[in-house]
């Protein structure tokens, strides 16, 4: 299985974004962090970060025939953005939205998402995790990946 993760606006900037909301650690960390789960789940994983709607949904049609699922954590756009949420109805692939943050516990206008319903789950709130519920989630493996079980955490 291989899989596109894809993070949009300002995700760049972690780790000296909002530390209060986001944490301290930065966005190198958490590609690490995402090609460790990854690995651990038996996963093939691209990781790409832009800051540009349109390069978001050039990357959602990427996936037609190359990709088996995409974890898609938009960022701004996901409250904005018809065109990403008509590019993966219109691709059809396999889809997780993701936010470090709860959105709908925040402002008001992160109250609606345009992807949660063109994606088969959400997993937010719990900060880098939230990528791991993801992927193990598209795994197949609920929360338990082998070296969990293994009881050596991840
Ligand atoms: C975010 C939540 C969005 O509301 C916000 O605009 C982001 C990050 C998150 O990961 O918590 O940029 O997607």
Redesign the pocket.
């Known amino acids: 299985m291989k899989i596109l993760v894809i993070n949009?606006?300002?995700?760049n900037l972690l780790g000296i974004r909002e530390p209060e909301i986001?944490g301290n650690r930065t966005y190198a960390d958490l590609v690490k962090f995402i090609g460790d789960v990854a690995a651990d789940c038996g996963i093939e994983v691209e990781v790409r970060q832009t800051n540009h709607e349109g390069v978001i949904v050039d990357w959602i049609q990427e996936c037609r025939g190359k990709f088996d699922a995409l974890v898609l954590?938009?960022?701004?756009y996901?409250?904005t953005s018809v065109a990403v949420h008509d590019a993966i109805k219109a691709v059809q692939v396999r889809t997780v939205e993701?936010?470090?943050?709860e959105?709908k516990s925040?402002d008001d206008f992160?109250k609606v998402s345009f992807i949660e319903s063109v994606a088969e789950k959400t997993c937010?709130g719990r900060g880098f995790e939230s990528y791991a519920d993801a992927i193990r989630h598209l795994a197949g493996r609920g929360i338990f990946c082998r070296r969990l079980a293994r009881g050596e955490g991840v």
């Open positions: 949009g606006p300002n995700l986001y954590n938009a960022a701004a996901t409250h993701v936010h470090l943050s959105p925040r992160r937010s």
